[in-house]
């Protein structure tokens, strides 16, 4: 089971905090463009913090399949025999690398960045294709 940590949520959920109250403080101050910017950010940090806690465990295997996050909380089961290819992307970009573990369903295509799962996605993608197998 890989999940996000928990610490990433609360970062989230605080720094949600700080952006609504940066925009009461420029909403009494009448600085518009504030606020205008502090709101959406406070929306959308809030709302990936809300993920994160509503659903945290992103990826989970077991003997019949994975179950993944699909939507915004949501799960869905997948069979083992219904998974076509598990593979990391790996980029290197201004001398930072970064790496996405991928399931390809068919269907649909699963990407997991390491803050999803709380792992290294060459490490997961090497349990689920021992697993798999």
Same mark, same amino acid.
């Given at each position: 089971?890989?999940?996000?940590?928990? &610490?990433? =949520?609360? @970062?989230?959920?605080?720094? /949600?905090?700080?952006?609504?109250?940066?925009?009461?403080?420029?909403?009494?101050?009448?600085?518009?463009?504030?606020?205008?910017? /502090?709101?959406? =950010? /406070?929306?959308?940090?809030?709302?990936?913090?809300?993920?994160?806690?509503?659903?945290?465990?992103?990826?989970?295997?077991?003997?019949?399949?994975?179950? #993944?996050?699909?939507?915004? /909380?949501?799960?869905?089961?997948?069979?083992?025999?219904?998974?076509? $290819?598990?593979?990391?992307?790996?980029?290197?970009?201004?001398?930072?690398?970064?790496?996405?573990?991928?399931? $390809?369903?068919? $269907?649909? @295509?699963?990407?997991?960045?390491?803050?999803? @799962?709380? =792992?290294?996605?060459? &490490? #997961?993608?090497?349990? @689920?294709?021992?697993?798999?197998?």
């Amino acid at each position: 089971m890989w999940r996000v940590r928990r &610490e990433q =949520a609360v @970062l989230k959920i605080l720094g /949600a905090l700080v952006c609504a109250g940066l925009a009461v403080y420029w909403w009494a101050e009448g600085d518009l463009r504030g606020v205008i910017l /502090a709101v959406p =950010a /406070a929306v959308l940090v809030g709302a990936m913090g809300l993920r994160d806690v509503l659903a945290p465990v992103r990826l989970a295997a077991d003997e019949s399949g994975i179950t #993944v996050v699909h939507g915004f /909380a949501g799960k869905r089961h997948v069979p083992w025999e219904a998974i076509w $290819d598990i593979k990391v992307d790996v980029r290197r970009r201004w001398g930072i690398r970064s790496e996405m573990l991928e399931i $390809d369903t068919g $269907d649909y @295509l699963h990407i997991f960045s390491p803050h999803d @799962l709380g =792992a290294s996605p060459t &490490e #997961v993608a090497a349990v @689920l294709r021992r697993r798999g197998t």
